[in-house]
């Protein structure tokens, strides 16, 4: 009986092994996260590979990563120079859609506003803190503005979301590039923070004169109006899908780590950014098994190729041509103890 008792432990264990070793295991950022769900839930249905994702921010999801107690990251950051040297070994962006940060309010029957950059950075550095302040008036003279206390909402986790709203506000500010500067957590000069973008979303949601920063899906998906930003060509442009594109028609890098805010770009919307999957350039440095590694690179292939079709319904912005050029020489570079996956 104890001889066949073991036989039938060492089976469930073995069983149970096989099965957990077909999931793929990723945690990070928030902003692509409607895309992601749609993405693996379809590379699910058509391979059999499960994709367990966790939206818990870019910044834990680079954490994890370093960690490796994931198979892969995502953040909407991408890793500086520095960052890079904290990894055990190369790490490697891989491009999956763009999208747009919009700025998101709580005002009374909330019409449809439209903000300057000098606009922006006065409300987020604390100047500006009344609906009915001279300056916003100025630029929505049809609007009728109530004299309500402008309260911001930001992030409170590490957030690539956030990283791209002050990439944004540190090139159109002097001073707020001084004081705050770019990250993915920052010591914020005014406001209250939440999780999330669904966190942020809820929020203003509740709070009447709210203004904070959120991926457009979530504005969409609550109902939740979005502000025209006036960028660098003095036009207003609404974030959406043709201008995030716009945005994006800039020359790319080899390793993809190209920020998209502040475009030069006429018609682009001037709060744009590419979102990325993290991985190790050799994947054995934290998957144990090749098999493993060749359904990570499926997966990865399968998101810029037959995943890109899920973008537009979801408002991202699919990877132009010559973005996915980039991303496909960039997963060809992936290897599993010095070997090429994909040949």
């Not at 910044?59 to 490796?68: D, E, H, M, P, V």
């Not at 309500?148 to 002097?174: A, E, N, P």
């Not at 919307?269 to 493993?292: A, C, H, M, Q």
Request: hydrophobic share 40%; with cysteine; net charge positive.
């Amino acid at each position: 009986m104890k001889k066949i008792s073991l036989i039938l432990t060492l089976l469930l264990i073995f069983t149970g092994y096989n099965l957990n070793a077909g999931e793929l295991t990723g945690a990070g950022a928030t902003f692509p996260y409607p895309f992601y769900s749609k993405v693996f839930y379809e590379f699910y249905r058509q391979t059999g590979i499960r994709v367990n994702y966790q939206a818990i921010g870019s910044g834990g999801g680079i954490r994890q990563l370093r960690a490796k107690t994931v198979d892969f990251g995502a953040s909407d950051a991408f890793l500086s120079n520095e960052e890079l040297k904290k990894f055990e070994s190369p790490v490697v962006h891989i491009p999956t859609c763009a999208g747009a940060v919009v700025l998101t309010y709580n005002l009374p029957g909330n019409p449809q506003i439209k903000l300057t950059p000098e606009v922006i950075a006065g409300i987020f550095l604390g100047k500006i803190t009344k609906w009915n302040d001279t300056r916003i008036k100025k630029i929505n003279p049809d609007v009728n503005l109530p004299p309500m206390k402008i309260v911001v909402v930001h992030r409170s986790d590490g957030s690539g979301t956030t990283f791209i709203f002050s990439d944004y506000l540190t090139k159109i500010s002097k001073e707020w590039a001084k004081k705050v500067g770019r990250g993915k957590s920052l010591n914020w000069p005014t406001g209250i923070g939440a999780k999330g973008n669904p966190g942020v979303a809820g929020l203003i949601r509740q709070i009447p004169g709210s203004i904070g920063y959120v991926e457009l899906i979530y504005a969409i998906q609550n109902h939740m109006p979005a502000a025209l930003i006036q960028n660098k060509h003095g036009n207003f442009i609404k974030p959406s899908i043709k201008s995030v594109t716009m945005a994006s028609n800039v020359p790319l890098p080899d390793d993809m780590r190209v920020s998209l805010t502040n475009t030069d770009a006429p018609d682009g919307y001037p709060i744009s950014g590419f979102t990325w999957l993290l991985v190790y350039r050799d994947l054995s440095t934290n998957i144990k098994t090749k098999e493993k590694a060749q359904s990570l690179v499926k997966l990865l292939w399968f998101t810029i190729h037959e995943g890109q079709k899920y973008a537009t319904p979801l408002h991202y912005a699919p990877l132009s041509p010559s973005a996915k050029l980039k991303a496909e020489k960039l997963i060809r570079s992936l290897t599993f103890k010095g070997v090429k996956i994909l040949k």
